[in-house]
């Protein structure tokens, strides 16, 4: 079940790093966010997880694609609000 306050939550804390992820020069403090946002992901609500990642196993977990995925995240989650 996904409740109101898992959507707030993961909203709130993915935005927040996704401001700072596209603004950052840093290499060092853009791999942190990652880490923590893969972290994050590895426990947030699976039911909530597959709602955002649409089936996609390495969603939020891929440096490759991350800022496209952190953007889609935050997209999806805003609708869910």
């Given at each position: 079940?996904?409740?109101?306050?898992?959507?707030?939550?993961?909203?709130s804390f993915l935005h927040?790093?996704?401001?700072?992820?596209?603004?950052?020069?840093?290499?060092?403090?853009?791999?942190?966010?990652?880490?923590?946002?893969?972290?994050?992901?590895?426990?947030?609500?699976?039911?909530?997880?597959?709602?955002?990642?649409?089936?996609?196993?390495?969603?939020?977990?891929?440096?490759?694609?991350?800022?496209?995925?952190?953007?889609?995240?935050?997209?999806?989650?805003?609708?869910?609000?």
């Amino acid at each position: 079940m996904i409740t109101k306050d898992s959507i707030e939550t993961a909203y709130s804390f993915l935005h927040q790093k996704q401001r700072i992820y596209v603004h950052s020069t840093l290499d060092w403090q853009r791999d942190n966010i990652e880490m923590a946002i893969a972290s994050y992901a590895d426990d947030m609500n699976q039911e909530l997880y597959d709602a955002i990642s649409g089936g996609k196993v390495c969603f939020l977990r891929d440096h490759k694609c991350f800022q496209e995925d952190i953007t889609r995240a935050v997209e999806i989650l805003e609708k869910m609000l």
